[in-house]
Nanobody, 118 residues
């Protein structure tokens, strides 16, 4: 079983930066899981923001965040991160960490609120 806990959200002005963290624990091999960040803005569907392969060698981003967000993982610390720069008001959302492997159901964290406003 996988437990995910996000942190690092908050209120930031447009153009600012935040770094989200997702701490992972439980009876699983973190380095075998693909990790992702999703977000859900008010009144909108959940959106995939960024994904990183189990080894960390491959990443993909939503077009809306390319060049501004960076996903990274530390397999020694069982953690995944999302560095968010040049934040815009439209980045306001609850951000969720996701762990995925073909042999188990997806695991989700409780989410962390990011608000971009002046």
């Amino acid at each position: 079983q996988v437990q995910l806990v996000e942190s690092g959200g908050g209120l930031v002005q447009p153009g600012g930066s935040l770094r989200l963290s997702c701490a992972c624990s439980g009876t699983f091999t973190f380095s075998s899981y693909t990790m992702s960040w999703y977000r859900r803005a008010p009144g909108k569907e959940r959106e995939l923001v960024a994904v990183i392969s189990s080894s960390g060698g491959n990443t993909n981003y939503a077009d809306s965040v390319k060049g501004r967000f960076t996903i990274a993982r530390d397999n020694a610390r069982n953690a995944v991160y999302l560095q968010m720069n040049s934040l815009k008001p439209e980045d306001t959302a609850v951000y969720y960490c996701n762990a995925r492997a073909p042999w188990v159901q997806d695991s989700w964290g409780q989410g962390t609120q990011v608000t971009v406003s002046s």
